[in-house]
């Protein structure tokens, strides 16, 4: 059993929560918050004796805490990852994990030298629709390019047409449409197709600094991929991937419960997929499988093939934001 402490009380914490307390491969133990009254306000819904507390230092110092999982707003991602580590203590980064390549090397090399795992919570990757498209995509000389998209409006850029700058808007939080709705479209590209030779992105800026939405085209030897991402509108067309014989259909990249192989006949071809209800628990279930068996060979192996996509991702991520001229202050760092 993986005794879990969390930081970071908003929504999605209550996704990977219900997801993990689902798996049985976890016990919730303790809350962090800036304030004791809303790490109480949010973990007493789960019905158990938990440690509340507003003081990180001492979050971090308890004996009876396995992992921790980290969904503060992003630009906070790093220096509390590595203080979970210091502690000796496994670590669950929410994406995107960390501002910048040179943030992501230095926890990976960290985990590492303490002997715990870090992981980045890039749920799509884990779920068995991902897995199977993987696995019925043919060779790159037969794929001719594809469109991915991910675009949902959100409630906050009510706030930023107000004159506002919350969290996921901002530079100094390392916000922005790309860093949060584009790392799914990201992570599935590089899951499917490797690493791009290049990769650029055309952003629509906003007040704050920000993009809203936006543009990317990854180059590979043989295709491109497009990808579009926004925040600030809706998207309802599923993503494609375009290959000799047809089109793959997919109905979304966040959380994958159709797809469709559409033939040049025009005759469909439907996946057989079932996908879980909270789709968090494929990976949270991985996780624990590795802090589980930490010796297995294979998941060993696995779990570095995850460790290697996810510094990938955020090189892909950083180079498409400088292309935009999106600068965040981590930049500097």
Known sequence: MNRLGIIGTNWITDQFIEAALETKEYDLVSVYSR???KARAFGEKYGRELSYMDDLQEFFKQENLDVVYIASPNSLHFEQAKQTILHGK???VEKPAFSTPEEMDEIIQL????EVFFFEAARNIHEKSFQAIQEALPTPDKIQGASLFFAKYSSRYDEVLAGGEPNIFSLKFSGGALMDLGVYTIYVALGWF???KSATYTATKLPTGVDGMGTGILHYDEFDVTIQVGKMIDNYAPSQIFIDGGTLLIDQISAINEVTFVARNKEAKRFEIEAKKNPMVDEVLAFAEVM???TDEELGEAYEEWVELARNVNKVLYSMR???GIH???DKK
């Open 194 to 196: 490797g690493l791009p």
């Open 292 to 294: 589980n068996h930490p």
């Open 35 to 37: 304030t004791v009254g």
């Open 90 to 92: 496994n670590v669950i």
């Open 111 to 114: 985990a590492n030298k303490q």
């Open 322 to 324: 400088q292309s935009a």
């Open 328 to 330: 965040f202050p981590a």
